[in-house]
């Protein structure tokens, strides 16, 4: 008997309307086009507006679009994981939300938090579910509304975010396509890089956390930037040695979407050229947990059944991974 893979086997995304430029940024915080772009790549971020709309308003949309494309309903799914930092409420689950409204309402459900190295570690977790034989179609979507906790007062971060969500349906394949191998890491130090101070259990919120701004994104730039370059790098080249492949055999990296000199410095390392590397950091900024699945939706009508694809993050915590997949479906 053939060895069972988790395959994606559709894919959906979705950004806003709303899009907030460098020029624009310009008029808000001390910063210019020429800083932005130079240093992080990003030209533009989508932003989502209106009063009550959370991350799960980006997920369903990205969710159904994958179902629609797939050819099947909500009630299908077995499963759902929401990869998110910024879920709709603290406690109330974003992923039972969104399996509800997508109409999967007898699916297990949960969120996952490794933040924007989440997709992967979802990748991986929604694949053993998968390869087990537990369930058949899991929904994976990962989103983030990081407009919502980003102060936009601080040029350090507020030029580097957006919103959005995509989604992705993984099923059993027998044929060999399908994750293939992958490796996730960790390292705790990175906590006090890049964080929220306050709003969890070790500072609750008061009104002096909110008053002293600790309920923002705070990241140390420079060390951050360095561990990134050096671990995303890393862990990629690492995937390409355990599975006897070079940049050659790659077809395309799918890289977090954080700044394009961490994504050049990744394919340099692997060996790749520009052309099989997946970039749309310039159009939707880092939208955390969004960016993988974003670049998939992007990229979608170029990738071939057979083709071999190279996934790499790295994110506060630290957390870092990558996972090798074999795609399982040419387009349309």
Not at 14 to 19: E, S
Not at 140 to 148: A, E, I
Not at 185 to 192: L, P, T, W
Request: glycine share 10%; hydrophobic share 40%.
């Amino acid at each position: 008997m053939n060895k069972i893979r988790a395959s994606i086997t559709s894919v959906g995304g979705y950004v806003p309307d709303f899009v907030l430029s460098n020029e624009v940024l310009e008029t808000m915080v001390d910063t210019s086009d020429e800083w932005i772009t130079s240093r992080t790549g990003i030209k533009e971020r989508r932003i989502l507006k209106g009063e009550g709309r959370g991350t799960s308003d980006m997920m369903i949309q990205a969710a159904n679009e994958a179902l629609r494309k797939r050819g099947i309903s909500g009630s299908d799914i077995d499963l759902v994981i929401a990869c998110t930092v910024t879920p709709d409420m603290m406690v109330a689950s974003t992923a039972a939300k969104v399996a509800q409204l997508i109409g999967a309402n007898q699916a297990a459900s949960f969120d996952l938090q490794a933040a924007c190295t989440g997709f992967i570690y979802g990748l991986v977790t929604a694949s053993q579910f998968v390869e087990t034989g537990k369930y058949s179609k899991v929904l994976l979507v990962g989103g983030d509304k990081m407009s919502s906790i980003l102060d936009y007062t601080d040029r350090t971060t507020c030029v580097i975010f957006g919103d959005g969500a995509g989604a992705v349906i993984l099923e059993p394949n027998t044929s060999g396509e399908g994750l293939q191998d992958s490796i996730l890491k960790s390292d705790g130090i990175g906590r006090q890089y890049l964080h929220i101070k306050s709003g969890g259990s070790m500072y609750p919120s008061t009104q002096r956390s909110i008053d002293q701004r600790e309920h923002f994104v705070h990241q140390d730039g420079q060390p951050v930037f360095k561990f990134a370059v050096t671990n995303m790098a890393q862990v990629s080249e690492d995937i390409l040695k355990r599975n006897n492949l070079s940049g050659d055999d790659v077809d395309w990296l799918v890289p977090h979407q954080a700044n394009k000199r961490i994504i050049d410095a990744t394919a340099n390392r692997m060996g790749l050229n520009e052309s099989k590397v997946m970039v749309n950091i310039q159009r939707y900024g880092n939208t955390t947990n969004a960016t993988l699945p974003l670049c998939l939706w992007d990229y979608e009508k170029q990738l071939k059944k057979g083709d071999k694809l190279v996934f790499a993050a790295f994110g506060g915590g630290f957390t870092w991974g990558s996972a090798y997949l074999i795609w399982a479906y040419d387009p349309n």
